[in-house]
């Protein structure tokens, strides 16, 4: 089993950064893909981006303003979101697992944390 416990949520203004932590502990390893996905009220969970095997990728929206990285020796995974527009409000979930050959997609990831909320006002 997998546990993942999302932190660094909070309200900001647009233009604001946050970071967002994900501590993962128990079956871990570094070779697991790592997820972000977020969800806002009234519409399905979406991907933001993840890192597999190294290689990172970020949905179209995000891209140039979020980074994921992980940190191996800590098992943790970051989202660092610069550039924050009232359109990133959701709650935020971390996600993790041992086989995602499409990374973007939900239903490779078996663990979930409990997610965190992020709100940017304008």
């Known amino acids: 089993q997998v546990q993942l416990v999302e932190s660094g949520g909070g309200l900001v203004q647009a233009g604001d950064s946050l970071r967002l932590s994900c501590a993962a502990s128990?079956?871990?390893?570094?070779?697991?893909?790592m997820g972000w996905f977020r969800q806002a009220p009234g519409k399905e969970r979406e991907f933001v981006a993840s890192?597999?095997?190294?290689?990172?990728y970020y949905e179209d929206s995000v891209k140039g303003r979020f980074t994921i990285s992980r940190d191996n020796a800590k098992n943790t995974v970051y989202l660092q979101m610069n550039s924050l527009k009232p359109e990133d409000t959701a709650v935020y979930y971390c996600?993790?697992?041992?086989?995602?050959?499409?990374?973007?997609?939900?239903?490779?990831?078996?663990?979930w944390g409990q997610g965190t909320q992020v709100t940017v006002s304008s």
């Open positions: 996600a993790a697992s041992s086989f995602a050959p499409v990374p973007a997609r939900t239903m490779y990831y078996p663990y």
């Open positions: 128990g079956r871990t390893a570094s070779s697991y893909a």
């Open positions: 890192v597999s095997g190294g290689r990172t």
